[in-house]
């Protein structure tokens, strides 16, 4: 059985106690860190920036799975390299010359993932798909942590996991946005090699035995 990863969100965590968080991803065995870059433009609210990826880079050896919810992502790679992101994903919805900016991350010896919202298809980002190492499948409209799973979205999933398959692509397949006890087994039946979980973990009252049972299951 294959088994798949866990990114928890620190996007759920208390933020007066980040340490703590980092600390509870690791004791859960938690496989990445995921962080949600928000921008107050490309999606409704700001979370943080390079600048809390750094602190958490000074927390964990974990690697940091760097989600950029932002306008122009190709004017901001260079501050997210230098913070110590391991991935870094942008949307192509926010980057005309997606290409590049994955050239651009790549260079800079960090991995690159794209991530498509639930309105855009897959097709949209085929021409990509050699050149990625990681493919980010909004399962919500991005921009909150705690709303329930489109279900819908994990079509995207199936037909992505059949592309990699035909061509021998490399890419992770990861799912974001919903991710609990009642969605994951739909979502792992759909081809994810990595989830994320934000509330379903950090809201949990035993995160390890949550994360356990979604990784497990
Ligand atoms: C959504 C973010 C997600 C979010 C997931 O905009 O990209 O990573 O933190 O949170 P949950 O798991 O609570 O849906
Ligand atoms: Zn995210």
């Known amino acids: 059985k294959k088994l798949t990863k866990c990114a928890p969100s620190v996007l759920a965590a208390d933020f007066s106690r980040i340490h703590e ?3 509870l991803i690791e004791t859960s065995g938690g496989d990445w ?72 991350i790549k260079a800079g ?27 980010l499948i909004m399962t919500v409209n991005p921009g909150y942590g705690g709303q329930s799973m489109i279900p819908e979205c994990l079509d995207k999933v199936n037909k992505l996991a059949q592309i990699k398959e035909d061509k021998g692509f490399v890419f992770d397949i990861s799912v974001d ?20 979980a934000g509330s379903a973990f950090f809201g949990a009252d035993d995160p390890g035995a949550e994360l ?4 497990n299951c």
Do not use: C, W
């Open 21 to 23: 968080g980092i600390q």
């Open 33 to 104: 860190v995921h962080l949600d870059v928000m921008d107050g433009s490309f999606v409704p609210e700001i979370s943080f920036g390079a600048q809390m990826v750094r602190a958490v880079r000074s927390l964990t050896k974990l690697p940091l799975d760097v989600h950029l919810m932002i306008e122009k992502p190709e004017n901001h790679i260079s501050a997210f390299l230098k913070a110590g992101s391991d991935f870094i994903t942008f949307h192509t919805e926010a980057s005309v010359h997606s290409h590049r900016t994955i050239q651009i």
């Open 109 to 135: 010896g960090a991995k690159a993932g794209i991530s498509i919202v639930p309105s855009t298809p897959v097709s949209q980002i085929v021409e990509l798909l050699p050149f990625v190492d990681l493919v």
């Open 177 to 196: 946005g919903g991710i609990n006890r009642s969605s994951i087994q739909k979502a792992k039946d759909s081809g994810i090699d990595v989830f994320v």
């Open 212 to 215: 356990s049972y979604m990784k």
